[in-house]
């Protein structure tokens, strides 16, 4: 036989071990199944998606990612409702990958499922596709009890529209969880929402220093005169990090009411803070 025959008689066993009863011995198939380009191999991985054994369910669905055959969708969403955690939670990050549109409902109504892995990668699902549908969903998983579904909630809606949910937003600047806090922070800057100014100043106050941090660029991005007093407040916060932002901040902003307190930041007992104070001076041409 030429190596086109050994080929084929290499598939052809390999697709005849796709039914043994052996699971590992299915999964090496399917493995191997990935070096051939053959139509016979999409369609009989395609019926792998009925695998009773989750090990063979997500090989199978690992070599399907890479091929744009509606029929991987259409089985995802179909096992958005397996009584398995893990096919479920894998059914939602596939079709994240995937992108298609018509997952979305499907998606939506897992967003509550019991097992908190189905709702993380529900809610990083739900971003990737960026429908508007998801929104309301999203927003209402702000509430969640794990604080991950809240972090990738706020991600998912500012992948699809950061500027619908603010008032939810700034809800989560007082999340329990400073990850959340934060990143909320960073998203109201980031969309310069005017609207979320006082809760910002708010947020300087905050008991960890990442969620202050995260405030001052948000006050930064907003940018206006109404940002100086509570950076200049800033430059006074117990840590170095925080007053080192602050200080490159007012810089940025370049109003004279900053000038003396910058001054007062050269003294700083940090060498960044003193490092950042000299640099917004000289937009200000002190030196």
Same mark, same amino acid.
């Given at each position: 036989?030429?190596?086109?025959? *050994?080929?084929?008689?290499?598939?052809? &066993?390999?697709?005849?071990?796709?039914?043994?009863?052996?699971?590992?011995?299915?999964?090496?198939?399917?493995?191997?199944?990935?070096? $051939?380009?053959? @139509?016979? *191999? *999409?369609?009989?991985?395609?019926?792998?998606?009925?695998?009773?054994?989750?090990?063979?369910?997500?090989?199978?669905?690992?070599?399907?990612?890479?091929? !744009?055959? @509606? +029929? $991987?969708?259409?089985?995802?969403?179909?096992?958005?409702?397996?009584?398995?955690?893990?096919?479920?939670?894998?059914?939602?990050?596939?079709?994240?990958?995937?992108?298609?549109?018509?997952?979305?409902?499907?998606?939506?109504?897992?967003?509550?499922?019991?097992?908190?892995?189905? +709702?993380?990668? =529900?809610?990083?699902?739900?971003?990737? %596709?960026?429908?508007?549908?998801? %929104?309301?969903?999203?927003?209402?998983?702000?509430?969640?009890?794990?604080?991950?579904?809240?972090?990738?909630?706020?991600?998912?809606?500012?992948?699809?529209?950061?500027?619908? @949910?603010?008032?939810?937003? *700034?809800?989560?600047?007082?999340?329990?969880? !400073?990850?959340?806090?934060?990143?909320?922070? #960073?998203?109201?800057? !980031?969309?310069?929402?005017? &609207? =979320?100014?006082?809760?910002? %100043?708010?947020?300087?106050?905050?008991?960890?220093? #990442?969620?202050? %941090?995260?405030?001052?660029?948000?006050?930064?991005?907003?940018?206006?005169?109404?940002?100086?007093?509570?950076?200049?407040?800033?430059?006074?916060?117990?840590?170095?990090?925080?007053?080192?932002?602050?200080?490159?901040?007012?810089?940025?902003?370049?109003?004279?009411?900053?000038?003396?307190?910058?001054? &007062?930041?050269?003294?700083?007992?940090?060498? $960044?803070?003193?490092?950042?104070?000299?640099?917004?001076?000289?937009?200000?041409?002190?030196?």
């Amino acid at each position: 036989m030429d190596e086109n025959q *050994i080929s084929k008689q290499n598939m052809k &066993e390999l697709l005849d071990e796709l039914d043994n009863t052996d699971w590992s011995i299915r999964v090496k198939a399917i493995l191997d199944l990935k070096n $051939f380009n053959d @139509p016979q *191999i *999409i369609d009989a991985l395609i019926g792998k998606l009925n695998d009773e054994n989750e090990n063979v369910w997500l090989s199978a669905a690992n070599v399907l990612k890479n091929y !744009k055959d @509606p +029929r $991987f969708a259409d089985s995802l969403i179909n096992t958005l409702s397996d009584n398995r955690d893990e096919v479920r939670w894998h059914s939602a990050y596939f079709l994240g990958e995937i992108g298609d549109k018509r997952a979305v409902e499907a998606i939506i109504e897992v967003i509550n499922d019991h097992c908190e892995e189905v +709702r993380i990668n =529900a809610a990083k699902a739900l971003g990737k %596709i960026g429908d508007d549908k998801a %929104i309301n969903a999203l927003i209402s998983s702000l509430d969640d009890k794990n604080s991950l579904v809240r972090k990738e909630a706020i991600t998912a809606l500012n992948l699809i529209s950061p500027e619908k @949910p603010v008032d939810a937003l *700034i809800k989560s600047l007082n999340d329990s969880d !400073k990850n959340v806090r934060s990143l909320a922070a #960073i998203i109201l800057g !980031k969309t310069r929402s005017v &609207e =979320a100014f006082d809760d910002l %100043i708010g947020t300087l106050d905050d008991e960890d220093y #990442i969620v202050r %941090i995260s405030a001052v660029h948000a006050l930064d991005k907003i940018g206006g005169d109404q940002a100086v007093k509570p950076l200049i407040k800033a430059l006074k916060d117990l840590h170095w990090e925080v007053r080192s932002d602050a200080a490159n901040a007012l810089g940025k902003l370049g109003n004279d009411d900053a000038v003396v307190h910058l001054m &007062e930041a050269l003294k700083d007992d940090n060498a $960044f803070v003193r490092k950042s104070a000299v640099k917004a001076l000289e937009k200000f041409n002190i030196f």
